[in-house]
C-alpha cells in the first residue's frame, strides 16, 4: 500500500499557502506538472480529493485542511530533528562571541551569522554591538574572539597591531535616508551641494563619528532632531521631519516609507573599509565566522 511521503506533504502544504499549483512550483522549484503529480499522488493515498479548484486558484477541502494542518507540525518535527542531528555530526560548538559597529550590525552580520548558523548550528553566538574602540578593548580582553571594525577618513587611527585581519570591503559609501514623497527619492544619487540647507535627522553622539551627526561639508546643519536609536530615526525621516546620513554598508535597513540614496562624493570624505579582526590565532568557530562575513560581502557585491 502506498504511503504519503514528506515531498508530497511539502508540496500540498505548499499548494495550501499560495493558492495555486503554478505558485507553488515557483516557490519549490518545481515543474507544475511535478506538483500535480505530487498532489494526485497524496489524494490517492488519502482516498479522497484534498483541493478544489475556483476561480482564483484552488483551496483545501475539508480533507485538505487537516491534512495541511498535520502536514506542517510534521515538516518541523523533521527540520528540527535534521538541524540537531547536523549539531551532533558538527564539529564546531560552543559559544562564540562576535561584535559590529552599529551599522555593520544592521544587515551585514544578520545574515552572515544566519549563513554561519545554518552551516554550525552547534555555535551559540552572542552579539555584541559596539563601537570599534569598544570592540578593540574587548578583543584584546579575551571578551570577543571576531569583531567587525571600520576604517577610514575622520577616524581615530586605531591600534591594531598583533591582529588578524581580513578586508571584508573597502570603498564603502554613504548616502542618506529620506521620505518616499522628498525630492530626492526620485532621484539615482546626489552630491553634496545638494545636501545644503536640507534638514537633518542626528544621532544622539553625533560627536563620536561623522556616521551620526549631518553630511559633513554640506554648511551649516540644520538639526531638526538628535535622537538615540536608528529606528527612531527612521520614523522621523520616514515622517518628511529631515534626511538621516546612513553609510552604505545599512542602506538595505532601511524601512518601508523611507528610500536610501547614495551620495556621490568625489572628495570621498565618508568612504570606510570594513574589517573582521580575531586575535592572531583565532579558533575554528572564529574562522568561520569570518569565512560567513566574506560570503555575504561577496553577494552583497553581485547584487549591487
Partial sequence: MSEMTLVGLRVVLEVARTGSFSAAAERLGYTQSAVSRQVAITEKVAGTPLFERHARGVRPTAAGDVLVRHAGRLIEG???????????????????????????????????????????????????????????????RGRMEVAILATGAGLPTYDLDGLKLTELDSGLGAGVAVAESHPFAAREWVEPDDLVDQTWVVGERAGDSPEFGAWPGAGEAKIAFAVRDWPTRFGLVAAGLGIALVPGVAAASVPRGVRWIPVRDLRGGLRRTAWAATDASPSAAALAMVRALEAEVGVSRRSR
Fill in 78 to 140: 523533521v527540520a528540527a530533528a535534521d538541524q540537531e542531528l547536523a549539531g551532533l555530526r558538527d564539529r564546531l560548538a560552543g559559544r562564540l562571541v562576535v561584535g559590529g559597529f552599529p551599522t555593520a550590525t544592521a544587515v551585514l552580520l544578520p545574515r552572515a551569522l544566519a549563513r554561519l548558523l545554518a552551516a554550525h548550528p552547534g555555535l551559540q553566538i552572542q552579539l555584541l554591538e559596539g563601537s570599534t574602540p569598544t570592540q578593540l578593548k574587548a578583543l584584546r
